[in-house]
């Protein structure tokens, strides 16, 4: 029988320029040692998992859904011991109806926040989907400076640098709570270490050790051996439809930390008085234990994916960051061009080499929660999940792209690969 080889699919069917593939060749043998650094975290973050479910003593019987209420369902239950188990925490809250890491993040703040409280966020600007929810922009929508909760930042240095003088002047009396985005979002900065985590939340409750220390964790969970609860951060919230849930979790958010404060987030997200102990699951728990279970290798081959992007893109002359041997605490790949049309074809060109949607050409629009028109390449499975291979670009300089995802290497690097040969083709980019 005859077996084709991989350059028949890349060269016959896509139709790659065969520079472009002895580039990417050259690229893999690069990275080889990062991978294997990768895999190494991989195989850690997959025992501690499999750990978790075990002392846990989860069984099928935890897969049956519940209605209604939701009262006594021992699989919603279990689920929350075991993220308590693989984060470190005292509790956990899991649930599907969480429907973003903005809601989660959310659920912690306003859980945890009363009036006459401030809000420190030392990572500067936060998410463009978090403006609202604090209340820096719209107005009478229940934001927290609505409610009579202040807010300050202090800016982060494009290394990932704190500023901790300012950060010394700036807590006072009424700072509650200390926000920290792990992951870089949308702009050039390093995302921030679990090592510098703690080092800057040691620095902060020796200042004042009321403060309740906030961690988004978007895009981090699994690419370290440790996660933030470790470095003593008291909160740490994310989305499930990033890498979590590994995929497979059709929607969904969690909340980790000190069992008050989520409890308290928990009171939120229900009422006070019912917190954790209600909330249907509807037949979804199986996908979100299996989901679980395969983050830890999916987030390795995110990453694997993004260290070949770095390595490619690096090689084509564009800026990129974090570089692709330069360590990593999240999964998202930021590549810079030099104008809009460059970054619009290049984000084109990832929905071009999806699974899903392919024949779908993304353009910039008005897409709720953010300032500016947005370009967002996503051919995914599930709507938004951006552990799937995905590209998101502000429209605006510099023309910045944010690739992140990829439950596959393979699938990573044929989007990737589809869009550098649409701008080959197209002229955009000079020739190899």
Known sequence: MHILSNAHYYTDIFGFDSKLLKLSEKVEENISGVVRKIDTIREINQLKVIVAMQECGLSETHFIGSSGYGYGDVGREVLDRIYSKVFKSEASLVRHNIV?????????????????DELLSITGQPYDTLEEVIGLRGSGSGSLI??????????IADDGAFDLESIRQSINSKTR???????????????????????????????????????????????EETEPIEAGADLIAGSLIKNPGGGLAP?????????????????????????????PTLGLN???????????????????GAVFTAGLMQALGFDV??????????????????????????????????????????YPWDMPGYECKVIMAAGGFIQGSSIELSADAPVKPPYTAYLQGGLVFEGVKLGVLTAINSMLVKGMINSL
């Open 251 to 279: 929607s969904g958010g969690y909340i980790a930390g000190k069992e008050q404060f989520v409890l308290n987030a928990a009171y939120r997200l229900t009422t006070p008085g019912l917190g954790n102990k209600v909330g």
């Open 286 to 304: 199986r996908s979100l234990f299996q989901g679980l279970f395969m983050a830890p290798h999916v987030v390795g081959e995110s990453l694997r």
């Open 177 to 223: 709570m200390v926000f920290i985005q792990r992951s870089r979002g949308y702009s050039w900065r390093n995302s921030i270490l679990c090592r510098e985590i703690a080092s800057i939340i040691r620095y902060i409750k020796n200042l004042k050790n009321d403060i309740i220390v906030l961690v988004d964790n978007c895009y981090g969970e699994f690419v």
């Open 146 to 155: 609505d409610f009579g909760i202040s807010y300050r930042q202090v800016d």
């Open 321 to 362: 960051s974090p570089g692709y041997i330069e360590e990593r605490t999240d999964i998202i790949q930021a590549i810079r061009f030099k104008s809009s049309e460059l970054l619009i074809a290049f984000c084109q060109g990832i929905q071009k080499g999806s699974p899903v949607d392919s024949f779908v050409v993304p």
């Open 100 to 116: 973003a890491g903005t809601h989660a993040i959310s659920l912690a703040m306003f859980g945890n926040l009363r009036p006459g």
